[in-house]
């Protein structure tokens, strides 16, 4: 960054002496930022924890999802520690009020965490895709395009990374005020953070309609598609949180007074983090919600196949459970006589040189985990239902 021009600065607001002077240095965002960061952050970590518990609960392990999303969920507290350091040296009040310690430290701080903060509400997108093409089963044409913009968007938001960092030669002049950089014009740098999250937006709108689309071509009641739609689909909350965003980067990026001016850019970067990560985590949560608020009987054949009429497949923890209509118990029950041998309940009666043989045969399989997917059983209109 070049070195600041107080004069630009001071006009920003009033000067010393005007009136408003000492109420417009007073104006502090930094208790905003605070609370509002670490308040998105510990209710999406409460959404991860369960998660993560169902997850464990159904599979004994965890998901390539799940790591996606843990990885999230570092890199979100990597950033929010940085935030707050950020803060306590400044950010969130005007560049005027700081002195040039302060304006170094907070520069220094802000720029570091950017860092972690870029990985934290890109790396959701990333289990969300892994989610969809494990549970939709896309064709190959959709799965490639599905990867193809999420790996681009991620590619994209690193090139911004380092446009960010090594805007100016050296870079440490960002933050170090006694050094005299060569810098990039911040133009082109504002137009292309505004392309990079505008893409993240799109493919936030695009991983949130695709698995609404393929649900309308499920047959289901309507009530469960409604349901599974708002689940699948709440990734859009994230696309409209990451365009509201896009429309404070060009003030957050190129203000002189940045350390005011982006904290608003700050904020909603938390907050989309925050979102992803809860949006990326709700399809999971979906059998959860189905047994603590639908409590939908248990459907016990698959749709339209008459061929599994006489079997109750429970998705329960892993375990499989098969119950015919008649039993072993149900035979020795049944009188009858043939051939001068009678079968009672009570006893066997066999006749001279005549050998009767019952065996009643019960078989337990257990296996490491479901046959399917919690999510994918409400997908193909099963009802789920576990205990955690």
């Known amino acids: 960054m070049p070195l600041l021009d107080f004069d630009s600065l001071h006009h920003t607001g009033p000067r010393p002496g005007e009136p408003g002077y000492d109420e417009y240095i007073a104006e502090d965002r930094g208790f905003t930022i605070i609370v509002t ?25 965890l998901l390539a999802d799940d790591y996606w999303i843990l990885a999230a969920t570092v890199f979100g507290y990597i950033s929010a520690v940085f935030t707050t350091l950020a803060v306590h040296y400044g950010v969130g009040r005007h560049m005027v009020a700081l002195g040039p310690a302060q304006q170094e430290a907070l520069t220094f701080w802000m720029a570091i965490a950017f860092l972690p903060g870029a990985f934290f509400f890109m790396l959701p997108k990333m289990a969300v895709i892994t989610l969809l093409t494990r549970l939709m089963k896309p064709r190959p044409l959709h799965k490639w395009f599905l990867w193809a913009i999420t790996l681009w968007s991620m590619a994209s938001v690193i090139v911004l990374m380092g446009l960010f960092i090594g805007r100016c030669d050296p870079p440490e002049a960002l933050w170090n005020f006694d050094m005299t950089p060569t810098c990039l014009d911040p133009r082109p740098i504002v137009a292309y953070a505004i392309y990079a999250n505008g893409f993240a937006a799109f493919v936030d709108v695009v991983l949130a309609v695709y698995p609404v689309a393929k649900l309308f071509q499920i047959q289901m009641s309507a009530r469960r598609r409604f349901g599974l739609s708002c689940a699948l689909g709440i990734g859009a909350v994230g696309g409209a949180v990451a365009v509201y965003k896009t429309t404070v980067i060009p003030e957050g990026i190129s203000s002189p007074d940045y350390s005011y001016d982006s904290a608003e850019l700050i904020l909603w970067t938390a907050i989309q983090g925050c979102t992803m990560m809860i949006a990326a985590s709700m399809p999971v949560l979906a059998p959860l919600v189905n047994i603590i608020f639908l409590r939908h009987t248990r459907n016990s054949t698959r749709p339209n196949d008459k061929s599994y009429n006489n079997i109750d497949y429970s998705h329960e923890m892993g375990v499989r459970h098969l119950r015919t209509p008649e039993s072993q118990d149900n035979i020795l029950r049944t009188s009858t006589k043939e051939g001068g041998v009678q079968i009672t309940q009570n006893g ?9 043989v019952s065996n009643e045969i019960s078989v337990t399989v257990e296996t490491g985990q479901p046959i399917m997917d919690p999510l994918e059983a409400l997908i193909r209109g099963y009802n789920w239902e576990g205990r955690l």
Request: glycine share 6%.
């Open 37 to 61: 960061s670490w308040v998105f952050l510990a209710l999406a970590t409460l959404v991860v924890v369960l998660r993560l518990l169902l997850r464990l609960r159904v599979y004994k392990y």
């Open 348 to 356: 066997i009666t066999a006749g001279p040189g005549q050998i009767l």
